[in-house]
């Protein structure tokens, strides 16, 4: 089984800074990484897929990087609605798996 | 757009049997793109991918619950199930049931529902 793991676990951020959040996984997966972001009490949503690719609906300061085994989230001049648990999930090998979640908090 | 909504008990007991439903609206289950599956998420943790089904009712189910896990589909009524048997408090958790693109990612999910496994 692949494990995906995120760091930080916790973010305290301020608005308009720069939130960064990585995933690495145990081996390689190609660029088959995805992050979805959960607000407190709603199901998770789709952020950006296939490591760097944008979803329609998706605020543009969202971006994803990287490939094989480190990727990265960005979220560029933070805005309050995005506090939430942000999780990377992997669908290059099954079982599919999650990371541990990143939760980012607003100051 | 497309809407998924689970069902089922709210509450089960130790050793019994856990069944969901999840109803799929403003879309075809029936379609050759996207897979459908269950994803389960303990209160205050992380996600965890239950298994996944085709239309066609081909599964592949999380080695970890296999041995446990049903899932299965009636296209006739736009819905597919989960039956997970022998629970413990273990297995109290958010479930969530998704649709999944062929490329195995999640791209719509339901609102969830909360089963607690409690005698």
């Known amino acids: 089984e692949i494990v995906l793991t995120q760091s930080p676990d916790f973010q305290s951020v301020t608005p308009k800074e720069k939130v960064t959040i990585t995933c690495r996984a145990s081996?390689?997966?190609?660029?088959?990484l995805h992050w979805y972001q959960q607000k407190p009490d709603q199901s998770p949503k789709l952020l950006i897929k296939?490591?760097?690719q944008s979803i329609s609906g998706v605020p543009s300061r969202f971006s994803g990087s990287g490939s094989g085994t480190d990727f990265t989230l960005t979220i560029n001049s933070l805005e309050a609605e995005d506090a939430a648990a942000y999780y990377c999930?992997?669908?290059?090998?099954?079982?599919?798996?999650f990371g541990q979640g990143t939760k980012v908090e607003i100051k | 757009q497309l809407q998924l909504q689970e069902s089922g008990p709210g509450l089960v007991k130790p050793s019994e049997t856990l069944s969901l439903t999840c109803t799929v609206s403003?879309?075809?289950?029936?379609?050759?793109?996207?897979?459908w599956g269950w994803i389960r998420q303990p209160p205050g943790k992380g996600l965890e991918w239950i298994g996944s089904?085709?239309?066609?009712?081909?599964?592949y189910y999380n080695p970890s619950l296999e041995s446990r896990v049903t899932i299965s589909v009636d296209t006739s009524k736009n819905q597919f199930s989960l039956r997970l048997t022998s629970v413990t408090a273990a297995d109290t958790a958010v479930y969530y049931c998704?649709?999944?693109?062929?490329?195995?990612?999640?791209?719509?999910w339901g609102q969830g529902t909360l089963v607690t496994v409690s005698s």
């Open positions: 998704a649709r999944l693109t062929v490329g195995g990612l999640f791209d719509y």
């Open positions: 403003r879309g075809s289950i029936g379609s050759t793109d996207y897979y």
């Open positions: 089904i085709y239309y066609s009712g081909s599964t």
């Open positions: 081996q390689s997966i190609g660029s088959s």
């Open positions: 296939y490591a760097s």
């Open positions: 999930h992997q669908s290059s090998i099954l079982p599919w798996t």
